[in-house]
Every structure is written in C-alpha cells, then in structure tokens.
C-alpha cells in the first residue's frame, strides 16, 4: 500500500466516523432533542467530509456535500427553519452521501441521476430561503453576551487553489464568528488588475481579531481541511478590548435558529467544548498482532505454572509466589488489550435507522425504531458479524411482525409501530434484545406451514417454544410470495446460523398480537476466555466458565434412564438431560456411572439446561481460543480447541450446538438407572 492509499484509507475511516455522528445528531433531531449546537455539529462533519473529499479528487460527492452544507449553513444562521420536511430532507441527504462516500472507497460508481432529485430539493430550500431577508440580532439578545475571556489574532491567506479544492473562506469566517465576536478585515493587497484575474483563483485575505471563551483548539479545528490550501496564523492577543467596536466587511448576523429547539441562547458564544481525549489511529493488523501475542502469553505462563507446581514449595516459595504475580499482570495485561480491541455496537447500530425508514415507507408502515445501549462494548471480531444478523431480524420485524397503521389502528394500537433494538452486558456475555409491538408470531400459520413444507410431521405436538423456533428452520418463511424482502426462506436461518458460529445464541419469544423479542447472547470477545478443565477418560475438555450453572456428584436416586433419550438427572422437582461426553466422543476408558463421576449442568440456547458427564473437574483457566475449522475441520459440538499447559490440544465445546442434539423429556414414572 502506498502513502497515498493509507492516507486514502485513513480518511474514509474518518469519513465513517463523522457519517455516525451526523446521524446521531439527525436522530436527536427526529426525537425533538435538538439544541443549539446540533446543526453545527452536522454541519461540523459534513464539512469535514467535503473538505477530504476535495483534496482527494472526488468531485461528485464534493459537489453533493457542498449543497447538503449550504443548507446546513443556512439552519445555522437562522435564515431557514428546521421544519419537519427540512429535517426529512437532511436524513435521505445523509443516506446518499453515504452512498457516494461507499462509490468512491469502492470505486463503484453510482448510476447517473443518483442524487439529482436531492440535489434539487437542496438547491431548492437553499434558494427560497436566500430570497427572504436575514432578521436582525435582538438588542435584549446583544446584551446577554458575556465579556470575552480571551481574545485571538488571525490572519487567513488562501492559496491560489483554494476555490479548486471545493473551500470557501466565507464559510471559514461564519465558523470563526460562532466561536464568538469577531473583527474581519479585507487584506487587498494580493488582488491583481481586472484583466489579469482568473475566476477560479483566490486573492483576498482576512486579518481577523476574535473575542471568543474558545480554546486555540476549537479554533484551529476551523482549519482542518484547508491547512493544505490556506496559510494561517493564530496567535493569542495579551488582553480583550472593554468595548469591541462593529465588526469591518463581516458576514451579515441573523436572527436565532428558527424552528430549533434551543436549550441555550442563540446570541451568546459557544461555551468552551470538554478537552478530547488524546487518542491515535492504530492499524487493525497491529493489535491482532499484539492480541495474538499475548495468547501465546498465557499459553506460555499456563505451562510455567504447573511445571512450577511440581517443585517444593520450600524450596522454591521466590519462583512460586513470583509466578502467581506474573499470573495476575498477564490477566490484567489480556484485560487491557482486549479492551483496546473492543467497540461500541453503535458502529453496528447506526446503520439501522436507515434500514428501517427505507423498508417502512417501501412498506407503507409508521414505523419508530428506539436504540438503547449503544455504547456497550464488545470484541471487534464479533462486531463485525453482527450487521447482517440485525439486519434480517429488522427485515423480519418490519414484513411479518408490524402491521400497517390501518391495521394498527382496527387492534386498537398506535398506528406508529415501534421496534427496540437494546445491547447490555450480562454475566461475562453481551446481549442484544429486538422487541416490536406488532401481531407476534402467528402460532397456526407457522406450523400448518412446516407441515405443508415436511419440516413437521403431521401428528407431532409441539409447544409454544418450539413452534417459535420453527422460523430459524431453512428454508422456511410464511411469505404469501417472494420479494425482495421476504419469501425466499434465508433470513432467520442466517441469523441462527451467524450467531452460532460467533459461539452465541439466539432465542425467541412471543404474546401474539402484542410483539415478538429476539435475544442474541454473543461472547465478549472470540480470542481468550474462561473455561472449567474437565477429564474424560484420558482426554481434556474445556467447558466456558460463562455457560455453566452448577456442579455436582448425583446419588443414584436422582438419575434415571428414558428410552431413547438416555439418562436424566432429577434436581430441584426438574428434570436435566444427560449427555455423556465419553459416548459422544469416543473416548474410552472413561468414567460410564454418573454417580462416580461428575455432572456439570450448563445453560444452553433458550435458557434451558443440560447436563454434561465427565469424569472429574481439573482446574479453571484462561484459554486461548484457536479455530479448529481453519486448521482442521468442523466438529459438531466443538467450538475451538486450546493448548494446555502440559503442551496438549484440549477442545472447547460449544454448549449450545450439545443443547440442540437434546430433546425435551417428560417423564411421568422414571425408571431407575442401570449403570453400564
């Protein structure tokens, strides 16, 4: 990769990240959260967005950019109001930005006429508002302007090229006025005779004195994307005048935000933003690097410690108590760069608004989605898999799920359906609920539909939960025909099939005609977890400490056999089934009697329980997890392998795929177990 394609890199990440906060910032507009400083937070990162784009050639979405902000610059100065088909406008601007942002990283270029009916809408609202006259500041407005803090000179000279790069320096001196009061002259010096000049060249500049409670921060950020085309300088004056007389050539003032709800007054400057946090741009490459070290870290430490555990303690208490230190800086050490590795799902949450507005009015729905949770944090590997999962359950809740408003509105609900889409940490797991309002999963239509399909035979009986289950069986889907949103039978497969392979899962429930909520339980991160070691005859597996419940040595009372269904342990007025790993396994020379052994009970998908015969229970460590897929093959029941101490492969099992090969046992007069 050259400099240049890094640099191209780095600014379509920064491209995603200023895209996100626009969004943010447009949601609390559609939720009437907005304040005074909303807009030109937008403004802010649609700007920043143009400004790259232009130093980069990309003139197609320069030119879209360029009217999106012109209008975002005429919300701020007062000059048109925030009314809700304005506020329409600015999201489906957003969405097409995107859209051209994604056309130039991919170099797939968008058909012709794209953005041209946005376009004009833009041109549109910029144009009738560019006919009314700007109102004037208000004197009771004026007057509640606090003495400035600090006071700023700086001196603004474009290079000849800045018109070329898509910049205009009126919109530079706008920003440098809403930092606070702001003395602007016109430097002629470098404007040529009339015949010598080029339209396209910029010859002006500005000396500008601002009065301002900003930082120097908040003022060189003004620059950003101009500090290649623009010389600029910025020194702080040694005190502010007691009377700052009228502005020299200054943009003109105008009135409050009109239609914005404003929480502060629209007059009186920007208060001094918080201090970011310093942070810096790291590769992807360079952290997995450093995760996959630290793995082999704790593979490393894991063997010192029990080849340390074979000495005397007498003689060795140094080399032992120094072990168990180094064991607990390497936990902390793990802790810390997974938490570099970790993101907030909201990189995955926001691309879910405009699923949802795109697919409801395609639909004909009203249809309000509610996100919670988005700064919850989870391993960037999993993350990454998430968006198409959400997106299918999204899909589904909008064509199956909500109904119409008319249909709403005959069931006595609100004709706007709302859906919730949440994350939340839960004992050592992330889990992401999808809750909507709609008529639920309609129980009869979905099991006279796998009967007509044969995924049920006809005489079997089957509860609420597992007629439920029925719409992650492939194939299946209840759509009256196929369209490119439904029918084809792929969408909630895909979800059960995704999230399995992250070493999560996904349960379902429902109250027809009040809604439905899908679960996702997902690990926090997919490269070192806890597990419990237990034998199995000569064999080791690891069990993840965050699936298990309970532990114990049964007597033979409590365990019973069922024909066809093994073994079952009777605990607590329940009934768990058994597996014996040594059986599903092969493992010989194993542990046959449970009550010689050990039963683990583990929570599977759905919250139900299993319980797991083995042998004994070793020790409880930190495992790295390594793909058994890639360097070997799937394993039904196997959701990776580990090194050990000793230098063994031991594998991990997946409680959730154990989970499925159990059936649902009723028992009414248990027999006694027979051990073998």
Excluded at 215 to 243: L, N, Y
Excluded at 441 to 458: H, M, T, Y
């Amino acid at each position: 990769m050259t400099g240049f394609d890094h640099l191209k890199g780095t600014y379509f990440q920064e491209c995603a990240e200023l895209l996100e906060a626009a969004y943010s910032h447009l949601a609390a507009i559609e939720d009437a959260r907005a304040d005074h400083d909303t807009i030109h937070a937008i403004f802010r990162a649609i700007h920043s967005i143009k400004g790259g784009g232009g130093a980069f050639g990309f003139e197609r979405m320069v030119a879209f950019a360029h009217a999106l902000e012109s209008v975002l610059d005429l919300l701020r100065d007062g000059r048109l109001d925030l009314s809700r088909d304005i506020a329409a406008l600015l999201l489906k601007s957003t969405d097409i930005l995107t859209d051209l942002v994604d056309s130039a990283r991919t170099g797939e270029a968008k058909p012709a006429g794209f953005e041209d009916a946005a376009l004009a809408a833009l041109c549109s609202a910029a144009g009738e508002a560019g006919q009314g006259a700007p109102a004037p500041v208000a004197k009771a407005h004026a007057a509640k302007i606090p003495v400035p803090q600090r006071v700023f000179r700086i001196r603004i000279a474009p290079h000849a090229s800045l018109f070329r790069r898509a910049n205009e320096p009126l919109l530079l001196l706008r920003q440098l006025r809403s930092l606070g009061e702001a003395q602007i002259e016109a430097d002629l010096s470098r404007l040529p005779q009339l015949d010598l000049m080029d339209p396209e060249s910029a010859y002006l500049a500005w000396n500008v004195r601002l009065s301002t409670t900003a930082d120097p921060a908040e003022i060189e950020e003004i620059f950003d994307f101009v500090s290649d085309c623009c010389d600029t300088e910025i020194a702080e004056a040694q005190a502010a005048p007691e009377a700052a007389g009228p502005p020299v050539d200054t943009p003109p003032e105008h009135g409050p935000r009109a239609g914005l709800a404003v929480s502060a007054d629209p007059a009186r400057p920007a208060a001094p933003a918080a201090a970011p946090n310093p942070s810096i741009r790291v590769d992807v490459e360079k952290v997995d690097r450093l995760v996959n070290l630290v793995g082999e870290m704790v593979i490393n430490q894991a063997m010192l410690m029990q080849l340390s555990g074979h000495l005397p303690p007498d003689m060795c208490a140094g080399l032992i108590s120094g072990m168990e230190a180094m064991s607990q800086h390497l936990r902390e050490l793990q802790e810390a760069v997974m938490a570099v590795r970790a993101q907030p799902v909201k990189s995955v949450f926001s691309r879910m608004p405009r699923l949802v507005r795109e697919l409801s009015a395609q639909l004909g729905k009203d249809v309000r989605l509610v996100l919670t949770g988005e700064g919850t944090e989870i391993d960037k590997t999993v993350i990454e898999q998430l968006a198409d999962p959400l997106t299918h359950m999204l899909r589904n809740a909008l064509d199956h799920g909500l109904e119409t408003p008319e249909q709403r509105e005959a069931a006595g609900k609100p004709r706007q359906g709302t859906i919730q889409l949440g994350a939340a940490h839960r004992s050592g797991r992330i889990v992401i609920d999808m809750v909507d309002d709609g008529r639920g999963i309609v129980r009869d239509r979905v099991l006279a539909k796998a009967r007509e399909q044969g995924l049920v035979s006809p005489d079997a009986a089957l509860s609420d939960d597992d007629i439920d289950n029925l719409i992650f069986a492939p194939g299946f889907s209840t759509a009256a025909t196929v369209s490119d949103i439904s029918g084809r039978g792929v969408g909630m497969d895909v979800v059960r099939r995704n999230i399995q392979a992250l070493g999560g899962r996904v349960s379902v429930s429902s109250t027809p005609g009040c809604g439905a909520r899908f679960t996702l339980s997902l690990p926090l991160t997919l490269a070192i977890l806890d597990g419990m070691v237990v034998g199995v005859g000569r064999e080791c597996y690891i069990i993840p400490v965050t699936t298990i419940v309970e532990s114990l040595r049964p007597k033979p009372a409590q365990i019973h056999a069922v024909a066809g269904h093994g073994g079952v342990l009777a605990i607590r007025g329940d009934y768990v089934p058994l597996i014996f790993l040594h059986r599903r396994f092969m493992v010989p020379d194993a542990v046959h009697d449970p009550c010689r052994g050990i039963i683990v009970i583990v929570e599977g998908e759905g919250g139900r329980r299993i319980g797991l015969v083995v042998d004994d229970l070793l020790t409880q460590q930190q495992v790295v997890v390594k793909s058994l897929e890639a360097n070997y093959g799937a394993v039904d029941g196997i959701g990776g392998a580990t090194i050990l101490g000793d230098g063994k492969v031991a594998l991990i099992l997946d409680v959730s795929r154990l989970e499925a090969s159990t059936q649902p046992v009723a028992l009414e007069r248990p027999a006694a177990y027979a051990p073998h």
